[in-house]
């Protein structure tokens, strides 16, 4: 009987699903969309009885899918930031708020810099309305009904499995993303929970991404098919697993992820805090971490200036009209602000910006420019990488946009290196995947996904149009700059 491993992966705009045989392979998917709402003003939230109904639905579809092979485990993936307020019963007294919810966006900026300064040095989260720690305080200043309530604080990973394992456990990289967590200690940071106004008690016990969950409710394991004596694994956030998923997992190897947002990401050995804040550092494991930085705007931008346009064609017809416009976009540049940003400004009241357009200009050119401006930003975020870790020695690529072959040209054409795409998206699920794997036993290590992730090619630089982007770039990067005091 073929054996599989499932990867559970909660997304921002989906839940899915993925069985891979133990060499990458997807053999089975499910997927379900997620509703986001937005309540009030600067309020970005899901609601976690919807979250759940997703989740049954993709974990009988992949179960149903799998009846003629043998699973092994499930690991899971799950995206960062989301706070939900809970009682003791496992009841959501609130709905989920999610890493672009910007409610305590007033509270960051009126912080007082000393007290910025430390938190992130403990935590390596950046001081961002992104962090539960701002929301939390939020919740405190303003008297939030459900928080006054609340026995605990969860992110959706903990809600579930507390409901479904009555586990309350957290791994080290959600907790870190936390900003509540001591990056260093792995332990919560006092003067955070201070700051939030809560109890230590009121927060999951840490426990690293190996950690096997016991306990699934009968009555849940019989409503999704769950294969009897299978175990779960608690995984990790998505961009941690991402990296692994991608098997960029070494010194100088690095990850790019776009989607909705984006993001570039390193793996290093111990953890490390950059002092000019402009990137995260998030503990994966007891011994290493994860540095970046994220960026509000990948596919959105690209989404808003199709809706903009009112381009009734398909998503890739929107694209590929953007290779008939030369590199540079015949002199337009976009800053890709529209969503705010985290990296490298962190400041939620970013916005975009098109700079040198022209009677002349018609969509490929400006769709072009949106390509190059997510590329740019990208690629300054990796610039304060290197501060810390060096240049990059490898990038691989995975996320919607690594199905457009111009956009990922664009990528390694301003970075001047060559590009590894692997054959399927699912990076962060088969990240979840191997973590269960090492869990179990059946994989040795973590550094030994390198030999079982499949590489559908690699994409060259064109080293003479990388040296008209780093001209091209010069500029971006100081129209970045001067535009920060409209902010």
Not at 139 to 149: I, L, S
Request: glycine share 8%.
């Amino acid at each position: 009987m073929e054996e599989v491993v499932i990867g559970l992966d909660f997304g921002t705009t989906s839940v899915k699903a993925v069985a891979f045989d133990l060499t990458g392979k997807v053999k089975a998917e499910a997927e379900q969309l997620i509703q986001t709402y937005y309540p009030d003003a600067d309020f970005v939230e899901q609601k976690p009885e919807e979250i759940e109904k997703g989740t049954k639905q993709v974990l009988t579809d992949i179960f149903a899918s799998t009846r003629q092979q043998q699973v092994l485990a499930v690991g899971i993936s799950c995206a960062m930031h989301s706070l939900i307020c809970v009682d003791q019963d496992g009841n959501p007294l609130s709905d989920m708020s999610i890493w672009s919810d910007g409610r305590s966006s007033e509270i960051v900026e009126q912080l007082d810099s000393e007290i910025k300064q430390r938190i992130y040095s403990k935590t390596g989260t950046p001081i961002h309305p992104m962090s539960p720690l701002f929301k939390l305080v939020w919740m405190k200043e303003h008297n939030y009904a459900p928080y006054t309530k609340a026995s605990y604080f969860m992110s959706w990973k903990e809600y579930l499995l507390f409901n479904w394992f009555g586990s309350r456990i957290v791994d080290y990289s959600m907790a870190s993303a936390t900003g509540l967590m001591n990056v260093k200690s792995l332990d919560w940071e006092p003067e955070a929970l201070q700051l939030a106004g809560i109890d230590r008690s009121q927060l999951s016990d840490i426990v690293a991404p190996t950690e096997r969950v016991n306990g699934l409710r009968p009555e849940i394991a019989d409503e999704l098919g769950w294969p009897e004596g299978t175990p779960l694994i608690i995984g990790a956030a998505d961009g941690q697993l991402a990296n692994l998923g991608n098997g960029a997992i070494k010194a100088g190897e690095v990850a790019v992820t776009v989607g909705t947002s984006g993001a570039i990401r390193q793996l290093i050995s111990g953890q490390h805090v950059n002092d000019n804040g402009e990137t995260f550092s998030y503990a994966f494991t007891k011994d290493s971490s994860i540095i970046g930085g994220p960026t509000n705007n990948g596919g959105i931008a690209l989404q808003w200036l199709k809706e903009m346009m009112e381009f009734e064609g398909s998503h890739e017809e929107f694209l590929a009209g953007a290779e008939v416009a030369p590199i540079g976009a015949d002199g337009l540049l976009f800053v890709p602000y529209v969503n705010g940003e985290r990296a490298p400004v962190w400041n939620q009241k970013a916005r975009g910006n098109f700079y040198g357009l022209s009677v002349t200009h018609r969509r490929p050119q400006l769709v072009r420019a949106v390509l190059e401006g997510i590329v740019f930003n990208i690629y300054q975020i990796g610039q304060s990488l290197e501060e810390i870790a060096g240049p990059p020695a490898s990038i691989s690529v995975n996320g919607g946009l690594s199905k457009s072959p111009l956009w990922v040209q664009i990528l390694a054409d301003v970075f001047g290196q060559e590009v590894q795409l692997a054959d399927t998206h699912h990076g962060a699920a088969w990240g979840a995947s191997w973590t269960a794997l090492v869990a179990i036993e059946k994989a040795e290590s973590f550094e030994e996904i390198k030999a079982n992730i499949p590489i559908d090619q690699v994409i060259q630089p064109d080293m003479e149009k990388h040296q008209t982007y780093q001209v091209i770039f010069k500029k971006y990067q100081q129209l970045a700059k001067d535009i920060e005091k409209y902010f």
